[in-house]
């Protein structure tokens, strides 16, 4: 399937659900807490979806390897590669 | 019998193309428990018109490795990248293809991973990966560590595409995958790799990665411009809309 229409069911059955719940507020046996926690439950969502995104890039971007090790091997390689290509004959 | 073609698409690469022609032939040629005296293999240049005698370079070097083990397939003038693999196609012999860049980012010592790593389990497509465990970039920024890590991010939460390095270019391919996967993708530069993947997964072909190391020798200047990231999301959006 199409992930764009993945995301759109996901968002209406997210959206039927909480609907559902707020059309049923004062029939659910429910503290003011709980209240406020079905009322915002999107807007958290949001928040929290964001800052776990947010964690995961700069834990990514932390952990990302640098290999200067790769790069001097490369470059050792390169001069080896050089003085044999000359040797056999090759006009840089 | 050819088994391996790398499709090394280039412009200018005068200067690179021996030494990675070289590498390959060090790398590739040794004795390992894959083959006793080596891979077989042959390189395909794709060279679109290089007005810095990159063309020539192939002649020297098919001069010293022959011309059976280095062919050249040129073009006019410069054209996309789907379209030199579309071009490099016709004329590979091998049962499996290899991308690649041709400026020394792509070490060639990884091709014995990819091989190894394709004959574990038969896979249609082995690819490297800068993103995994002992995987890394030489020569990037912060700030491009963000943007590589920002993008990816994005990509992989809306595409959830099952592969770890979407943008990269060094890549094993089953010959008819290869063909088949780039007959339907029309996107351009990094949205093309990215595309490519995700298409594949899509059509569930089996997929490996392997860890690469990307040493970035394009020193002073980002190569990820305004135009670059506006173009990815661009790519991303139509792949979301599409795939």
Redesign the interface.
């Known amino acids: 399937m199409i992930k764009a229409v993945e995301w759109a069911i996901g968002g209406v059955v997210a959206v039927a659900i909480w609907s559902g719940m707020l059309l049923n507020l004062s029939s659910l046996d429910l503290d003011a807490f709980e209240k406020h926690l079905v009322l915002y439950v999107p807007l958290y969502a949001v928040i929290s979806f964001g800052l776990i995104s947010l964690g995961i890039i700069c834990y990514r971007v932390a952990t990302f390897r640098d290999c200067p090790e790769a790069a001097e091997e490369l470059q050792h390689e390169i001069e080896a590669a050089k003085e044999d290509l000359r040797k056999m004959g090759l006009k840089f | 019998m050819v088994k391996y073609s790398i499709l090394l698409p280039t412009y200018n690469e005068r200067?690179n193309l021996?030494?990675i022609v070289?590498?390959l032939m060090?790398h590739l040629g040794k004795s390992t428990e894959l083959s006793s005296d080596g891979i077989s293999f042959e390189i395909i240049v794709i060279d679109d018109g290089s007005p810095d005698g990159t063309q020539d370079?192939v002649k020297?070097?098919q001069?010293?490795y022959g011309s059976e083990k280095i062919v050249l397939r040129p073009r006019e003038k410069k054209l996309g990248l789907g379209t030199a693999y579309v071009h490099g196609l016709k004329y590979a012999k091998g049962e499996f293809i290899i991308i690649m860049d041709a400026d020394?980012s792509h070490?060639p010592k990884f091709i014995l991973d990819f091989i190894r790593k394709q004959k574990e389990k038969d896979y249609d497509i082995v690819t490297g990966s800068r993103?995994i465990d002992?995987?890394?970039?030489?020569?990037?920024d912060?700030k491009r560590?963000?943007i590589?890590?920002?993008a990816n991010?994005v990509a992989q939460?809306?595409?959830?595409p099952g592969a770890s390095d979407l943008t990269g270019s060094f890549r094993l391919y089953k010959r008819d995958v290869l063909q088949r996967l780039v007959e339907s993708c029309i996107s351009k530069g990094y949205v093309f790799q990215m595309e490519m993947l995700v298409r594949a997964n899509r059509a569930n072909y089996t997929l490996a990665e392997v860890p690469i190391?990307f040493?970035d020798r394009v020193y002073g200047q980002s190569k990820l411009g305004g135009n670059e990231i506006v173009s990815y999301v661009m790519g991303l959006l139509k792949?979301?809309?599409?795939?």
């Open positions: 200067e021996p030494l070289w590498l060090k370079v020297q070097l001069q010293i020394l070490h993103y002992h995987g890394g970039v030489y020569g990037w912060l560590k963000i590589s890590r920002g991010y939460v809306l595409l959830r190391t040493v792949l979301f809309i599409s795939t």
